[in-house]
């Protein structure tokens, strides 16, 4: 995974810390270059990510894309980790519509965060394999915890990587969507122009 992204021309974020905190806010306000500023913690499984990387957009920490992951303790069927990824991009710097303090504001089309993952990942050519499996469903009006509407699909993007990162020759192999799931990304993605 690491490897991966790092391929890809992710940065890992910095933990967060005295020093990051002041770099970033240097950053945000001197226009600093920060390629590693540190991302807030979210918590699945009653614990923060693992892994944070980052994407910045410009010369400075105000915008950028970034994924957060957490290991799964499962296997997949071949005996390898399975990783579960959070894909948002950080399109402002704010206070927080809840709690007051300076936070990033992400962008509410966080399917395209997903993709843009992808994406880049794909230009390493070390998916083996990518398919969409059916996740929470639609979601119109979500909010995250800082209080940024947000919006999705609901679909959860699989990609399985090449072993030891290994450069694929062949493009990688795609499971098209059952028919009923096109016809709902085809609506899905009409009704995300309205929803911007």
Not at 29 to 38: C, W
Not at 130 to 144: D, E, K, P, S
Request: charged share 20%.
């Amino acid at each position: 995974m690491v490897q991966a992204l790092l391929a890809a021309g992710w940065h890992p974020a910095d933990p967060i810390t005295l020093r990051s905190s002041v770099g970033i806010a240097k950053s945000v306000l001197l226009k600093d270059s920060y390629p590693t500023a540190p991302v807030s913690n979210l918590y699945l499984w009653g614990r923060k990510q693992d892994l944070a990387f980052e994407l910045p957009i410009g010369n400075n920490a105000k915008t950028r894309h970034h994924v957060r992951l957490w290991q799964s303790n499962n296997l997949n069927a071949d005996s390898r980790p399975l990783w579960l990824g959070s894909a948002t991009f950080d399109q402002s710097v704010e206070l927080s519509h809840r709690t007051g303090q300076i936070t990033h504001h992400i962008d509410a089309d966080i399917d395209e965060e997903r993709d843009n993952v992808i994406k880049s990942i794909e230009k390493t050519h070390q998916i083996a394999q990518l398919y969409q499996v059916t996740g929470i469903g639609a979601t119109w009006v979500g909010r995250n915890g800082g209080g940024d509407r947000y919006y999705t699909d609901g679909e959860l993007t699989i990609c399985v990587l090449s072993m030891n990162n290994i450069a694929q020759t062949k493009p990688s192999s795609y499971s098209p969507s059952p028919e009923p799931v096109k016809f709902k990304n085809q609506l899905w993605s009409w009704l995300r122009h309205y929803l911007k």
